[in-house]
């Protein structure tokens, strides 16, 4: 009986330090992990907090616009088939689709009305750009 005592003591004694080190060391790769997470937080916060920056206020007003029209800007000239936002280019193609898809030669009218609604939309966007233009060529350059 006492020598079984007396090996559980030397085992546990043997077994202690090990059980330290090993405890150290997850505890140690917790904290380099949870450090690296946080510093690649912190990056991602400010690259988003840049990237809206850098959007500005025409950013805002181009989401409230594709809000309003229902369409996104990428929709738009998809529907449109315009890939450089031209004013002479958005006009010749809505034409040209406005007439085929007219319901007098048989065309549809809903998608009519999307390519109304996509003509919109890249007007919107247009006065948009041309009033960031404006405000550029009126700023004071220091």
Do not use: W
Not at 101 to 127: I, P, T, W
């Amino acid at each position: 009986m006492v020598r079984s005592r007396e090996r559980s003591l030397l085992t546990r004694c043997l077994l202690c330090p090990q059980a330290k080190y090993l405890a150290q060391i997850i505890v140690m790769g917790v904290q380099v992990v949870g450090r690296a997470f946080a510093r690649a937080l912190r990056q991602e916060f400010a690259a988003s907090r840049a990237a809206a920056d850098a959007r500005g206020r025409a950013g805002h007003q181009s989401a409230a616009a594709s809000n309003l029209s229902g369409l996104s800007l990428q929709e738009a000239q998809q529907i449109l088939n315009v890939s450089k936002l031209s004013p002479e280019e958005v006009q010749k193609n809505y034409e040209h689709l406005f007439k085929v898809n007219d319901k007098s030669v048989g065309g549809s009218f809903y998608l009519q009305s999307k390519v109304v609604r996509a003509k919109e939309r890249l007007d919107e966007e247009l006065r948009i750009q041309a009033q960031e233009e404006r405000e550029k060529g009126q700023m004071p350059k220091t």
